[in-house]
């Protein structure tokens, strides 16, 4: 079974605007509201291609219960804490041509509510995936990620999404996968990852330091899977990149989805760069038939 942890999940509140100015009212061409939060998005596109899950993290107030309740309405298997006193947060989309993002810190978690989540992870069993990805609330310590793989039971493959303290303390823990981008990947070495050489050779700077897999994702110029075994590279499909928002954790969902179908690499990478692709080239995240017509094409390149 695969599970995937929100610490911090979000109502996002999407805004169009052709022609935004600032200090001045404005009009939206558009707008829509959405739940958010990296693993609750993981757990969506899985969801989408028939991958069984369970989303776990934290909720608080009528914004948490309205998060629940549209992941639950998009079939996503939730198994959330409440957080007594504590409201979730809403983040902002505004897209006008770029997009900007306004997000908010979130709600605190106390140590009792840390130590239920423990807890639910310590039923997990030998086989088990846990995808740990996404922002941490303001009041909990940078090595959380490190501090749940530390408690999993034996033989539970961990997946890793996220950046700086969280992503390199995590690394301790030899997590099965990690998923940076290239800029994320430029910002731990303090270089420029401009071509898939240059991401090979910092992806495995990211298995000296503890990964087993690393999948690096370059946008246009496709992405890079860095085994312990060997290298496995994709090319990025032609379209019009809509939305970027989710388009990460639409590749974690789509590498886990053919891991677990098929245990092969390359099958996951191309997947993973498929799911990904397809978000990218649709206003929200994307369905299994956008996910698997990208895929055809990608096969006849």
């Not at 239920?116 to 959380?144: C, F, H, Q, R, W």
């Not at 700077?205 to 290298?231: H, P, Q, W, Y």
Request: aromatic residues 6%; charged residues 20%; hydrophobic residues 40%.
């Amino acid at each position: 079974m695969i599970y995937t942890v929100t610490l911090n999940p979000a109502l996002d509140y999407v805004v169009g605007v052709s022609n935004l100015k600032m200090g001045e009212t404005n009009r939206t061409d558009y707008s829509y509201t959405t739940f958010g939060g990296k693993g609750l998005n993981v757990s969506a596109v899985l969801r989408r291609l028939d991958t069984p899950n369970t989303a776990l993290g934290f909720y608080g107030g009528f914004v948490g219960r309205e998060i629940i309740r549209m992941a639950e309405a998009e079939g996503c298997v939730c198994d959330f804490i409440e957080l007594p006193d504590q409201t979730s947060r809403i983040n902002i989309k505004i897209k006008n041509g770029i997009e900007t993002e306004i997000n908010e810190a979130g709600p605190t978690v106390s140590g009792s509510r840390l130590n239920m989540l423990y807890e639910k992870l310590s039923a997990l069993n030998d086989g088990d995936i846990l995808v740990l990805s996404g922002s941490i609330p303001k009041n909990i310590t940078p090595t959380i990620y490190m501090d749940i793989m530390t408690r999993l039971p034996k033989g539970v493959k961990t997946v890793v999404d996220t950046t700086g303290a969280p992503l390199k303390n995590a690394l301790k823990c030899h997590p099965f996968l990690v998923k940076p981008n290239a800029a994320e990947l430029g910002d731990i070495y303090g270089a420029k990852i401009a071509v898939k050489t240059d991401a090979v050779f910092y992806g495995k700077k990211l298995l000296d330091a503890g990964a087993e897999n690393v999948l690096v994702s370059m946008g246009e110029k496709g992405a890079v899977l860095i085994t312990c075994d060997d290298i496995y590279e994709a090319n990025a499909p032609e379209g019009k990149i809509i939305n970027t928002v989710g388009a990460g954790d639409s590749m974690v969902a789509g590498f886990l989805a053919a891991w677990a179908q098929t245990g092969s690499p390359a099958a996951a990478l191309h997947l993973a760069v498929a799911a990904g692709s397809a978000t990218a080239f649709s206003p929200e995240l994307a369905t299994k038939d956008e996910i698997m017509r990208v895929s055809d094409e990608l096969m006849q390149m």
